[in-house]
C-alpha cells in the first residue's frame, strides 16, 4: 500500500507539471522545452531555506515558486521573441545551464553528493511524514493548480492565448500585446513548476542534479502532448499513464540497466505512433505545432 501511495504521490507532482506546461505548450502554442528547469529552482530553493535558514517548508514553496516565476521573467523576456525550432532550443538550453549549475555549484548545491535530510512539511506542530497526508498535501495543490489554470484558460485572457497559437498575427492585428501575454503565460507556467519541484523535494527528503536532467523536460512534454494538447483532463490522464505504466517494468524482474533504456524506448515509441495516429493526443482538439 505505501508503494501504491508514493506512485500516486509522484504522479500528482507531475500533473502539476503537466498542467503549468500545458497552459504554456497547449493553449498558447509556444514550443518550451526546458520547463523542468524550474521545478529545480523551486526544489533547491525551498530545500536551501530549510536546512540553512531554518525556514518553514511552507514559506520555502512561496519563494521557490516566485524565484522560478522571476527567472522566467529573465529568461522569457529574450527568448519569447523567438518563433518554434528557436524557442524551444533557447528554452532546452535552459534546463541545460540550471542543470550545470546544480551540479558543478557545489559549494551551495553540493553537486552530484546532492542536498540530504530535507525537512517534511509540518501543520500545527504536526509534521506531514506518513503517506496518506503528503497524498492528501499533493492532492491539494494539484486541485488549486487545476482550479487557478482552468480560470484562466476559460477567461478573456484565456481567449487570447488560443488566439495566439491559432494566428499570432490575427491577434496581433486585433491590438493585443502578444508579447506581453506570452510574457505572463511563461510566469504563472514556470510558479506552479515551482511549486512541484519543492512538493518533490519536501517529499523525497533528498535532492540531487540527477532529478532535474534536460531529459525530464521531454519527459513532462511527452505527457502533455500524449493526454491532449489543451486539454486539462488530459493533463491528469498523460501524466497518470506515464508515470504509472513504466512502473509496472519493476514487476517484469528486469535489472535496472535495462528496464532504464526500455522506458525511453517505450516513451518514445508511444508518442511515434501518437503523432501518426492521433497528433493532438488522446483528449486534445489542436495538434502540436
Known sequence: MEYLIHILIITGIYIILTLSLNLIVGFT???????IAFAAIGAYTSSL????????????????????SFIGIIIGFPSLRLKEDYLALATFGLGIIVYSIAKNWVSLTRGPMGLPGIPAFSVFGYEISSGW?????????VFLTYLAIRNITHSPF??????????EIATLAMGK????????????????????GSLYAHYITFIDPSSFTPMESIAVLLMVVF????????????ASILVIFPEILRFLGMPSSVAAPLRQMIYGLLLAILMILRPQGLLGRFRFK
Do not use: C, T
Open 133 to 141: 497526508s503528503y497524498l492528501i498535501l499533493v492532492s491539494a495543490f
Open 158 to 167: 484565456g481567449r487570447v492565448l488560443q488566439g495566439i497559437r491559432e494566428d
Open 29 to 35: 502554442g509556444l514550443a518550451v522545452l526546458g520547463h
Open 49 to 68: 531555506l530549510a536546512l540553512h535558514f531554518g525556514l518553514s517548508p511552507w514559506i520555502g514553496v512561496l519563494v521557490g515558486a516566485i524565484l522560478a
Open 177 to 196: 500585446d502578444v508579447n506581453k501575454y506570452k510574457l505572463i503565460v511563461f510566469i504563472v507556467g514556470a510558479f506552479f513548476a515551482g511549486i512541484a
Open 227 to 238: 493526454g491532449g494538447m489543451a486539454s486539462l483532463k488530459g493533463s491528469f490522464i498523460g
